[in-house]
Each structure stands twice: as structure tokens, then as C-alpha cells.
């Protein structure tokens, strides 16, 4: 360590070296990264450059943002020695750790070495970034470093609607904090950036390294004098800090950070050890062991606390940094069984609480809200019947009786409104847009349909835990009726898979032209080919008849193996009819878009698209929902092909992350992964089937052939733990329970299984079930 007066020590360098981490390639160095936080996060380049990037507020979705304000476009950093000037924008290498990131570069022009690393405190609006430089030379170097804030103060999108308007930037440099202030002419708007180390000049306006941009932004910066001896590496940090509320805050979270960075490092260090601890997966699979354990780690990512607001989980970063209804439905029921309750209890209540403001206490569930509360679509019509599964989902784990009281109210509400207001004809299929928002696909849905049966299933199942018994026995037999309904009027035998939508023969030739259109341009001719054929066909058939079509191949038709509502003998034909729509990462989310190379193509898809669109997407939902359906049917080895084929997209872009398109476009970090991994792997392969409020669990694994041995440790059920241990023995299964508390009881179906008790206390018989107790239990499973 070099020996000047500013010389201090790095807060990094002792935790990173003992910290998994996963470092990116050559390839994607010009790709986006996430330092994440919860009250504020980064997005640059993985290069270290900040170019403009994102289309929801067109090129300005990277960069610092503090919700619902962005406070700069990125920074920059200068060197210049011996008379040579290099700016830090071409990285060598970048890493990913779980709570950082690091920057490495080469500048052989200056006989020097840097690594940029940063990091974003827990509940602090600031992010800290630390540089080191490396003297690789034989005498002692004198650097001039100007560190600059490409400042930009602006409303996040839909800012207009809360009469957030922006205003001209300005900036000055102020002696008290040794830094530079900026804010909006307009509102009280700030950011402030400054080092521990002293400053050697100042300027605004004009800086090195400025990139082209758009706004009403102004630069400033920062120059410091380093000497860095023979061998020996400098170390300097910068905290830049934010607020949408005061100059007095921002300036507050500056100072604090600045002096407290190295314990803020080391409790979110202690945190995200927490993170990895909780649901702890052990498998024969190392490479999705591992993306199970960094998705739980983008989960956390992706925890969004606004002032004023709330607290939650978000969509995605960087175009979705808001909340959503249906990603949140997904994304939840994920994040509840890696013990995330306390986030998954505030996503909901705020989601909730804007739902009924919003939509007038109707039920109805939102669709999108920006984080200054701006709703962008009030809903559609799958967010509704999801909410209430959502809410016995989490109610299980938990076991939060208060919870379950308060959005049981409004799950009723929607199940009502649902049926009132969009089911004309009162066969419990509401019309309207579901999960595909395809222009004029808005009639009588799969996914509405099958997620409405769930929501039936499981309100029943509320009603009885809450004493309603005439209610529940209603939900139920709705749930029976539409199960008829889904299983015979959707049904289309010619195709081996549940339809689309229902509707009549004029609307789907409408659909089909467009259809048509789309393969064609997409250069799909199997698709054009078998959409001509359907297209003739229609045509004979009476315009104003209803009846089940197949035209896109959605992934949502496969939902209803999803929820487990399709008959087995139609749910093996149409699973072995989704199989034919992959590729190497998984299930295209419009079937018609697949190529007839799918099969080997393994290529990136960023490269393919010249603007943003999903068209010929592969995404993770649709591929965790086919996971989840070939294991309702009792097919675990398909049910891990789709996650290792999903998995094929961990890290292809970003270290450690996996994007909302397969493998590498949209959202470089998307919420219902955790979906996608955490349902298939906790409540299907382990069988954990939690009822904490009657502290109990059932479990009932469902193993994949190749895995003999798995263990999941420190399961959250309620408030307490457990952990569950598998192996696979010659006649049997054996499993090994363990609880620190003896709190809970595990349940085994003996109409599945013949039960032999190794260890563990058994209580009385409830039914066909086998109840025991004790910290450590025992079982072999026989299946009957």
C-alpha cells in the first residue's frame, strides 16, 4: 500500500477474496450490469462505460437511479501521468459477486493497472466505488484523477402523471462536504458526490471521458494528485448520494456513508451469507445448484424500498424497475419458499393497497405501476384470479392469519368482479386479455381460464381455514364446473393441445391473417403452412359459432397443466405437444416463432434484433411453467430437462444472472425466475408442502432419476426451519428431516406410500396420513 497522506485502505479486498463470484466474458463486456440496492441501484457496461440504454424512457434506464428519480447518467474516470491521458472505459474483465462488482483494466500507457469495484449499502440511497491503482513500473508515478458525475436529475416514467416535471441541472462544487452538489432548477432534487481523499480542482461543465447523451443533465467534477510508488497500489473511494426529498438528506447519506462504507459492506456481506443459507439446495446438477443460488441472490436484487411508497420485489432491471401484478404472482410464490416472507408480505400489501385505490376496492388487480404510483395498466384480467393463489400460497409458509384475513377480502372481491363484470354468458370464462396481450386475442383465454380454476381451488381452501364453509363449498363447486369446461370446449383434438382462446370462426380468421403475416415475416414456413391449412378449415366452419382454436401455440396453453386442471390423458398429449416448441434454453413464448433449426440453434438473440420486441422469444416463465406442469403429471426427468435447458442461459450474458429472454435480451435480471427454479425444485422435486399455521408440512418427493442423492437446508415454514435430506435406496426412498425446534410435524400419504418409521415420534392417524414429530425424522418411502 502506498505511504502519501491519501493513501487509505481498501473496505473490498479482505471479504471479496473468501466471496463466490462468477466473471463475465470477452464477449459481453459492451453488456449491462446491476450494482444493486435496495433504496438505489447502478447500471452501466460491464466495459465501465455508461452509455445511454433502455427504451421505457428511451436511452436513460441506465445509469444511478434513487426511485422515482434518476440521479446521473453514470461517471467516468480520468488518469493522466507524464503527460498521457487514459479514461477507465475499456475493461479487460469484469466479475460479479453477489452484493459487488468489479472493473479490471490494463493501462499499459501508464505503466499501471486499475480495478474498479462497488458496492450499494442496504437502505442507503448511495452507491460507494473504490479504485485501486497498481504501479507496474521502476519509479514512482504521479497521477492526476478526475473523477466526473455526468449528472442527470429526472423523473422516472410516468412522471408527468404526478406532475414530476423536469427541470434544468445545475451543479457546484461546495468546500463543506469537498464535493459537488447537484440539483434540479425546478425541484428538490439533489445528488452529491465527493471522496475521503482531498481534492486537487474542480470544474463544471466540460469534463474528460464525457459520453453523448440527451436531457437537461450537467457535468462536474473532481481532480486528485495521487503518488503511487514502485509496486505499491493507491487506493481512492467515491460516495455519490441521492434525494427526491432535500439537500439536507442526500448530504446526511453522503456523510454517513463515506465513514461507515466498510461495516455497511460487511453487513450486507453477512446478509446475502444469510441468503445463501436459506433454502440451501445441495444436488448432483453444480451448474444449477449454482443458478439456483444466484437467482435467490437476483431476487434480492431486484427489492425495490420507496419513500412514500413501499417496499417490494420489482419486475426487472433495467426497463422494469417498478411493480407488476402478474410477474409479482409469479415471482412470489418463488420467493415465499426461499424464505423471503417479509418482502413477499410488503410486494403484496402494496400491490394490494393500489389495486383497490386504483380500481375502486373492485378486487381488481393491477397490471403495472411506476414507483411515483402512476398506474400504466389497471389490469388484465389473468392478475385477478392469480392474486388469490398467490395469497394461500404465501398464507402456507407463513402461516400469517392476519395476512390471510386482509387480502383474503380483496381476493373474494376480484373473484367476484371477475365473473360479474366479464362473464356474459356465466360459464366462468371471463373475456378479456390474459398473460398474451396479442392485439385482438382478448376473448374467452386458456391462461384465464386455468388460473381462475386455481383461484377457485385455493379460495375454497381459505373459506375453510377462515370458518366459511358455504362459501368454500361454492369455490369448489365452480372449481368443478370449469374443470368440465376447460377439459371438453378447449380441448382440440386435431392438435393434441388445449386452444388458445375460444371464440367464434369470424374472429379467429381475423387472428389468423395477422397470424399468417407474422410467421411469414419471420420466415417460418411450417407455421405458414399450417396456419393456411387452419385458415381453410375455419372457413367452412359457421362464422358465429364458438369453439376452441389453435392458432399461435402460446405457451399458455400449457397452464393448465400448470395448475394441475388438465386431464392426464389430454395433459401427456399436450406435453409431448410443448416439447416440440424449444430450443437449447427453452420454450419459445409464441410457438409459431420457433425455427425448424430449434432444436440445435444455439446462438444469442440479442444479436438477431434491431429494436425491442419479444417477437421469437424464449423466455423463462413459459419454460418453468413446463417444468412445473411435467411434474404435476409425475414426470420429474422432463421437469429438469426444461431447468437445465434454462440454466443454459445462467451467466451467458451477465455474471451470475440470467435475462428475461433466453439467453441474452429484455431484462438482464427478471423477478419470476425464482418462479421458475423455486416451485419445480422446493414443492415438487423435495415435495415440501407447507400448512404453517397447523405447523405442519407434507412431503411427498418427486426425484429426478439422475439425482440419487439432494438435500434442502434451512426451509422457512412459519418462524422455524428445516431441512430435508434425500437418497435414493433400492426399494425406496429414504428421507431425513431435521428442525432445530421440534416444532413442526411432517405428514406422509400412506395411500402413496407404505411408511417406515427409522426415527421420529408417530402421532394419531389422520385419515390415510402419517404424522410425526421430532428434531430429527427418519422415513423410508415405498411407493404403493
Known amino acids: 500500500m502506498g505511504c502519501s497522506p491519501t493513501s487509505q485502505n481498501s473496505i473490498f479486498d479482505e471479504l471479496l477474496s473468501s466471496t463466490e463470484y462468477i466473471d463475465g466474458t470477452t464477449e459481453y463486456l459492451a453488456s449491462p450490469y446491476v450494482t444493486a440496492g435496495d433504496r438505489l441501484y447502478m447500471v452501466g457496461h460491464q466495459d465501465g462505460t455508461f452509455p445511454d440504454l433502455g427504451w421505457h424512457v428511451t436511452g436513460e434506464m441506465g445509469g444511478i437511479w434513487d426511485h422515482p428519480i434518476k440521479l446521473m447518467d453514470g461517471f467516468s474516470i480520468s488518469l493522466n501521468s507524464n503527460g498521457q491521458s487514459v479514461c477507465l472505459e475499456e475493461a479487460e474483465k469484469f466479475r460479479n459477486y453477489p452484493f459487488a462488482n468489479k472493473h479490471f483494466y490494463k493501462l499499459n500507457q501508464l505503466g499501471l493497472e486499475a480495478e474498479r469495484t462497488q458496492f450499494v449499502p442496504d437502505g442507503e440511497e448511495a452507491v460507494y466505488v473504490e479504485l485501486k491503482l497498481k504501479n507496474l513500473g521502476g519509479e514512482t508515478k504521479t497521477v492526476d484523477l478526475t473523477f466526473s458525475g455526468m449528472i442527470d436529475l429526472r423523473p422516472v416514467w410516468l412522471g408527468e402523471r404526478t406532475q414530476m416535471n423536469d427541470g434544468q441541472d445545475k451543479a457546484q462544487y461546495e468546500k463543506a462536504i469537498d464535493g459537488i452538489v447537484g440539483k434540479d432548477a425546478d425541484n428538490e432534487w439533489y445528488v452529491a458526490f465527493a471522496s475521503n481523499t482531498p481534492s486537487a480542482g474542480n470544474s463544471v461543465g466540460m469534463v474528460p471521458c464525457d459520453y453523448e447523451r440527451k436531457g437537461k443533465g450537467v457535468n462536474a467534477s473532481l481532480t486528485y494528485a495521487l503518488k503511487v510508488k514502485p509496486g505499491k497500489t493507491e487506493t481512492i473511494s467515491f460516495v455519490i448520494a441521492g434525494s427526491h426529498q432535500s439537500k439536507e438528506k442526500a448530504l446526511n447519506t453522503l456523510s454517513r456513508v463515506r465513514e461507515e462504507a466498510g461495516d455497511m459492506l460487511q453487513t450486507k456481506a453477512k446478509r446475502y451469507q444469510t441468503i445463501a443459507q436459506t433454502a440451501e439446495l445441495h444436488i448432483p446438477d453444480q451448474r444449477l445448484e449454482q443458478a439456483f443460488r444466484w437467482v435467490k441472490y437476483n431476487t434480492d436484487w431486484l427489492v425495490r424500498d420507496v419513500e412514500g411508497l413501499g417496499r417490494g420485489i420489482t419486475a426487472g432491471i433495467p426497463d422494469y424497475p417498478w411493480y407488476f401484478g402478474a410477474d409479482s404472482e409469479y415471482a412470489l410464490q418463488g420467493a415465499v419458499a426461499i424464505g423471503m416472507h417479509d418482502v413477499s408480505e410488503k410486494t403484496i400489501a402494496l400491490i394490494d393497497s393500489v389495486s383497490n385505490a386504483i380500481n375502486k376496492g373492485s378486487g381488481k388487480i393491477i397490471h403495472e405501476m411506476s414507483t411515483n404510483g402512476a398506474v400504466f395498466n389497471p389490469g388484465n384480467l389473468n392478475e385477478t384470479p392469480q392474486y388469490t393463489s398467490l395469497i394461500w400460497e404465501v398464507f402456507k409458509w407463513t402461516g ?371 404424522r410425526l414429530e421430532g428434531k430429527e425424522i427418519v422415513v423410508i418411502l415405498r411407493p404403493r
Not at 386458456?446 to 381452501?461: G, L
Not at 365452480?478 to 367464434?504: C, H, M, P, R
Not at 417460418?524 to 382454436?549: C, H, M
Not at 403429471?633 to 434454462?646: F, K, N, V
Open 400 to 770: 400469517d392469519m392476519d395476512f390471510l384475513k386482509k387480502h383474503y377480502a380483496t381476493a373474494i372481491a376480484g373473484l367476484d368482479w371477475l365473473l360479474k363484470e366479464h362473464d356474459e354468458n356465466g360459464n366462468l370464462l371471463a373475456d378479456g386479455y390474459g398473460m398474451m396481450e396479442i392485439h385482438g386475442l382478448e376473448s374467452e383465454m386458456i391462461d384465464v381460464a386455468a388460473y381462475t380454476y386455481k383461484a377457485f381451488i385455493d379460495a375454497a381452501q381459505m373459506a375453510r381455514v377462515l370458518g366459511e364453509e358455504e362459501r368454500a363449498a361454492d369455490f369448489s363447486a365452480k372449481a368443478e364446473q370449469l374443470a368440465n369446461t376447460i377439459n371438453t370446449d378447449f380441448w382440440v383434438e386435431e392438435f393434441d393441445s388445449y386452444a388458445d382462446f375460444i371464440g367464434t370462426a369470424k374472429e379467429a380468421l381475423h387472428l389468423i391473417d395477422g397470424a399468417i403475416v407474422r410467421a411469414d415475416t419471420l420466415n417460418k414456413p411450417w407455421a405458414v403452412l399450417e396456419l393456411k391449412n387452419t385458415q381453410k378449415k375455419i372457413r367452412s366452419y359457421a362464422p358465429n359459432k364458438k369453439q376452441g382454436f389453435v392458432l399461435y401455440h402460446n405457451w399458455v396453453v400449457n397452464t393448465p397443466m400448470e395448475v394441475g386442471v388438465a386431464k392426464e390423458q389430454y395433459a401427456l398429449r399436450a406435453l409431448k405437444t410443448g416439447s416440440k416448441y424449444v430450443n437449447p434454453f427453452g420454450v419459445f413464448v409464441t410457438g409459431i416463432d420457433r425455427d425448424e433449426s430449434a432444436g440445435t440453434d444455439d446462438g444469442g438473440f440479442a444479436k438477431k434484433m434491431k429494436i425491442f420486441s419479444y417477437t421469437g422469444a424464449v423466455m423463462t416463465l413459459p419454460t418453468g411453467v413446463q417444468a412445473i406442469a411435467e411434474n404435476n403429471y409425475g414426470r420429474p426427468d422432463e421437469a429438469l430437462d426444461y431447468l437445465q435447458r434454462m440454466t443454459n442461459s445462467f451467466s451467458y450474458a451477465l455474471p451470475g444472472s440470467m435475462y428475461e429472454v433466453s439467453p441474452d435480451f429484455g431484462m438482464i435480471v427478471q423477478a419470476w425466475n425464482i418462479y421458475s427454479y423455486a416451485f419445480p425444485i422446493v414443492r415438487q422435486f423435495f415435495g415440501i408442502n407447507p400448512m404453517a399455521h397447523r405447523s405442519e408440512v407434507m412431503i411427498s418427493p418427486l426425484m429426478p432419476s439422475a439425482w440419487n442423492e439432494a438435500a434442502i437446508n434451512n426451509l422457512k415454514v412459519g418462524e422455524h426451519l428445516l431441512s430435508v435430506a434425500y437418497k435414493r435406496l433400492d426399494n425406496g426412498e429414504e428421507l431425513t428431516i431435521s428442525q432445530p425446534k421440534d416444532a413442526l410435524s411432517m405428514v406422509f400419504d400412506e395411500e402413496r406410500y407404505e411408511v417406515t418409521v427409522v426415527r421420529g415420534e408417530q402421532l394419531r392417524n389422520n385419515g390415510p396420513q402419517i
